[in-house]
């Protein structure tokens, strides 16, 4: 079981912004920026390229919500759209708010002690309330 599986089943600590039957986002613990999204399928499968396309097509429409809502939340200019998949073996994309190129560079990242709490769960607020407006 993924460490993605533990946080969709509650085992682990996540902070949710969208929750549904097949697809779910919660901010990353080593975020890019604070409003760092990961799109996540329920479903564990390690590489995006064998999801079936009805999910793939589901989780990229989630993304593309997501990231008008971190636009919209953080004034930012472009959401960012990453697909690594190295560090966990289970699908998800990178979405977070971004206004240039430099923005995606991973050896960036805050380290997840390096990041204030406090920040963190005033994005996910400002995440979803911008999905519900």
Known sequence: MSVFSKIIA???PGRFVYR???VVAFLT???LAYGHVLVV???EVDRWTDLDPQLWTRLSQVAQEIGQA????FDAPRAGFIIAGFDVPHTHIHVFPTSQMGDYDFSQAMG???TDPALMDDAAQRIREALEA
């Open 29 to 31: 613990i080593e975020p």
């Open 41 to 43: 399928p329920v479903q």
């Open 70 to 73: 971190i636009i919209k939340a």
């Open 20 to 22: 549904s039957e097949d």
């Open 10 to 12: 509650g085992e682990l």
């Open 112 to 114: 997840m002690n390096e």
